[in-house]
């Protein structure tokens, strides 16, 4: 099974107006002619409705980095998910652990989020991932596989194709101490086995499954090298966009 390497950033609470036009004006025609992978940027909500104008017609896809469940009405503050496909977002980050831990999102809102996004034609792109305790304890695979078997509960396996999953180790975001490629993959096998689980083989053969934490133009290649790793999900070195062009270019 051929899967599509993925190659997402998650812009998190960064960049203006500027700074964003800035960044898309030397990047887009820096990958315009990559051709074999799917490229995503995850921008804040205040860039979502300009980015959208200008991916029209690329080979870039937009995404947000998190979206309410409800349609609409008085949720202050909350993002609905049709506002989302509105403006030309294709994928939703969702279950981020900075969500999770800063935020307080629990499996079950994380899930609720999911069936949502499909609903609505969103991608989401489910984020897992063991803190360091949970990794020194060696419960990585429990932690991963509660938060998997959750954020898919009641996923049918033609919907669970349009989604993508990120495996980030918390220890490894922003902290520029990567997983060892091995560790990655034998993590990223085990969710794979997971899905296989809930859905058949054939299936979880075919979903991507994205590395993230600390990724950067300089390890993108030993990651990938792995069979299981199907791209990545890129916050720091997404900022940057020659580092990100290089990142696309050396997957
Ligand atoms: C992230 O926040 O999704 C992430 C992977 O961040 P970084 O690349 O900066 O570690």
Redesign the pocket.
């Known amino acids: 099974m051929v899967r599509i390497p993925f190659i997402a950033a998650?812009w998190?609470m960064n960049k203006t107006v500027d700074q964003a036009m800035n960044f898309t004006e030397h990047f887009l025609p820096e990958v315009k002619d990559a051709a074999d992978v799917d490229i995503v940027i995850c921008a804040p909500y205040t860039l979502l409705v300009l980015l959208g104008a200008q991916f029209k017609d690329t080979n870039v896809d937009l995404g947000a980095q998190n979206m309410y469940w409800e349609e609409k009405g008085a949720y202050t503050g909350e993002i609905a998910p049709d506002m989302l496909t509105d403006i030309g977002c294709t994928y939703v980050i969702l279950g981020?652990s900075?969500r999770r831990t800063l935020f307080h999102e629990s499996d079950e809102e994380v899930n609720c989020k999911v069936q949502v996004a499909l609903q609505h034609g969103l991608k989401p792109i489910v984020?897992v991932g063991e803190d360091l305790t949970e990794r020194e304890e060696g419960k990585t695979s429990e932690k991963v596989s509660r938060q998997v078997r959750a954020a898919f509960k009641d996923i049918d396996a033609k919907e669970v194709l349009n989604c993508v999953v990120?495996y980030?180790p918390i220890w490894?975001?922003?902290?520029g101490k990567s997983a060892s490629p091995q560790d990655a993959n034998a993590v990223i096998q085990s969710i794979r086995q997971n899905l296989a689980d809930i859905y058949e083989h054939e299936i979880a053969g075919q979903i991507r499954i994205l590395y993230?934490?600390?990724?950067k133009p300089e390890n993108i290649a030993s990651l990938m090298a792995f069979e299981d790793i199907d791209g990545a999900?890129?916050?720091?070195?997404s900022l940057d966009w020659e580092k990100f062009a290089a990142l696309v270019e050396n997957k």
């Open positions: 998650n998190k981020h900075e984020c990120a980030e490894a975001i922003g902290t993230g934490g600390s990724v999900l890129v916050g720091g070195a």
